[in-house]
Nanobody, 114 residues
C-alpha cells in the first residue's frame, strides 16, 4: 500500500527552524520526483521545493530560496524539508508529493507566530 506520512510540523517563533519529514512506504522515493507543497485557507496549493529522482538537483520557490533545503535519504525512504529563518508568511499546511504516478501525504501544519 502506497503511503506518504508527513511529520515535524508545529508552532515556532519567527526566525526559528523546523525540519519536516515525509516517510514513504509502498514505493521508493529515489525513483520519483519528490516535492513539498504548502497551502493556506482560500489559496491554491503552491510548490515550495522539489528534488529530482536521479541525482540531487533541486528547485525552490523564490519565497523560500536560501532558507529552505529539500533532501532525500534513500536508505530511510524519506524526504526532508529543512526550514530556517521562518517567517509568519510561511504559516501553512505542508504536503509531501511524489510524481509520477502522483501520491500525496495528509499534510502537517506549520505555524510561525510570536
Amino acid at each position: 500500500q502506497v503511503q506518504l506520512v508527513e511529520s515535524g510540523g508545529g508552532l515556532v517563533q519567527p526566525g526559528g527552524s523546523l525540519r519536516l519529514s515525509c516517510a514513504a512506504s509502498g514505493f521508493t522515493v529515489g525513483n520519483y520526483v519528490m516535492s513539498w507543497y504548502r497551502q493556506t485557507p482560500g489559496k491554491e496549493r503552491e510548490l515550495v521545493a522539489s528534488i529530482v529522482s536521479a541525482g540531487t538537483k533541486t528547485n525552490y520557490a523564490d519565497s523560500v530560496k536560501g532558507r529552505f533545503t529539500i533532501s532525500r535519504d534513500n536508505a530511510k525512504n524519506t524526504v526532508y524539508l529543512q526550514m530556517n529563518s521562518l517567517k509568519v508568511e510561511d504559516t501553512a499546511v505542508y504536503y509531501c508529493k511524489a510524481f509520477f504516478p502522483t501520491y500525496w501525504g495528509q499534510g502537517t501544519q506549520v505555524t510561525v507566530s510570536s
